[in-house]
């Protein structure tokens, strides 16, 4: 049980260009999914906190009109990144808490995005 | 400065050793302590979590300890195998804010026959 799938597992893209990424939990309902971003050898930094049927709450520093944060449903959160450019180039990873379970977060396998 | 420390940084060992990795935290007040193993290109894995009040968790040939009063946590891996060969992270909640997970930087392992 609690697993998490993420689409696509990889894309490159050109620069200017948005992308979508979709987390799903696919055996619970997830309240809250989280967003992170992992650059080559540096642990996961969270970029954005996402609650069903609200918006998304963003770190500091993080663009929230260029990372866009859709949470439509218990089981699906997407992360749109737009007008990407090369330092957006990097492993997004998506979380989500299963309601009710205290602060368990269960991983996604990540997206690799590369942008040219 | 990060609240989550791990050493080594990286380490090479060979197939069927042991090997021992360091976590210290600065995250307070104390919620829980988890081990992940990270495959290059893969999402985190949980492994072990430990509360306050636990000071041992195996998981197979993964041991993890936890020492609340030092603030000091230790995953041991035994028997190494070429399939260890990953990140492995620790990863610190603190109470009252437990969706904000303080990470560490990850000890690469290497596993070589």
């Known amino acids: 049980g609690a697993v998490v799938s993420q689409h696509p597992s990889w894309v490159i893209c050109k620069s200017g260009t948005s992308v979508k990424i979709e987390c799903r939990s696919l055996?619970?309902?997830?309240?809250?999914m989280f967003w992170y971003r992992q650059f080559p050898k540096q642990s996961l930094m969270l970029m954005a906190t996402?609650?069903?049927?609200?918006?998304?709450?963003?770190e500091q520093g993080v663009e929230k009109d260029k990372f866009l944060i859709n949470h439509a449903s218990l089981t699906l959160s997407t992360l749109t990144v737009t007008s990407a450019h090369p330092e957006d180039s990097s492993f997004y990873i998506c979380?989500?808490?299963?309601?009710?379970?205290?602060?368990?977060?269960?991983f996604g396998p990540g997206t690799r995005l590369t942008v040219l | 400065k990060n609240q989550v420390e791990q050493s080594p940084q990286s380490l090479i060992i060979l197939e069927g050793k042991n090997c021992t990795l360091q976590?210290?935290?600065?995250?307070?007040?104390?919620?829980?302590l988890r081990w992940y193993k990270q495959d290059t290109g893969r999402g985190p894995v949980s492994l072990t979590i430990?509360?306050?009040?636990?000071n041992t968790k195996s998981n197979g040939r993964y041991t993890a300890t936890l020492d609340a009063d030092t603030k000091q946590s230790s995953l041991h891996i035994t028997a190494s195998q070429l399939s260890d060969s990953a990140s492995y992270i620790c990863?610190?909640?603190?109470?009252?804010?437990?969706?904000?997970?303080?990470f560490g930087a990850g000890t690469t392992v290497t596993v070589r026959a």
């Open positions: 979380s989500a808490r299963v309601s009710g379970s205290g602060n368990e977060q269960f």
């Open positions: 055996d619970f309902q997830a309240t809250t």
């Open positions: 996402s609650n069903e049927g609200s918006k998304a709450t963003y």
């Open positions: 976590c210290n935290y600065t995250v307070s007040p104390f919620s829980n």
């Open positions: 430990m509360t306050f009040s636990e």
């Open positions: 990863v610190v909640s603190a109470l009252y804010n437990d969706y904000k997970l303080s």
